[in-house]
């Protein structure tokens, strides 16, 4: 006789209790306990520690975010500041960066400095004396 683990979870033995392991992060992976989909959905990576435990997966956060991974079971809070990286397109004309939404990307912005105005997102921005 053989034991066969009821799907999503995957395993088989022969005579014997089978032992039941799920990828909760597996593309293949569907139902309440399956994570894969929830990470990247995020554009985060998905990791089980543990595949013979339910609900252990977590999210963690692409470079060159620096944030620690999630707590079990939720999507990592992801913070860049892209001004790190793109600052000198600002600075080489003048201007300040600032990233409003760490959070969100493609969202920074040269701003002009006073008495000039102007914002440009994700690129310099054009000025333009202030009254």
Not at 26 to 52: F, K, L, R, V, Y
Not at 81 to 96: F, H, L
Not at 105 to 125: F, H, I, Q
Request: net charge negative; with cysteine.
């Amino acid at each position: 006789w053989t034991c066969t683990c009821r799907p999503p979870f995957q395993g088989v033995a022969i005579a014997n209790a089978a032992t039941c392991l799920l990828d909760e992060c597996s593309t293949n992976c569907t139902g309440a306990s399956c994570a894969g989909a929830t990470c990247s959905s995020q554009n985060q990576t998905c990791h089980d520690p543990d595949t013979s435990k339910l609900n252990d997966w977590i999210c963690s956060c692409p470079p060159p975010s620096t944030q620690p991974p999630a707590q079990q079971q939720a999507v990592a809070g992801c913070e860049v500041d892209e001004c790190d990286k793109m600052q000198d397109v600002c600075k080489n004309v003048g201007q300040t960066c600032v990233d409003p939404n760490k959070l969100v990307p493609n969202d920074w912005e040269c701003r002009c400095v006073p008495p000039m105005n102007g914002t440009g997102v994700a690129k310099a921005a054009k000025c333009t004396l202030g009254e």
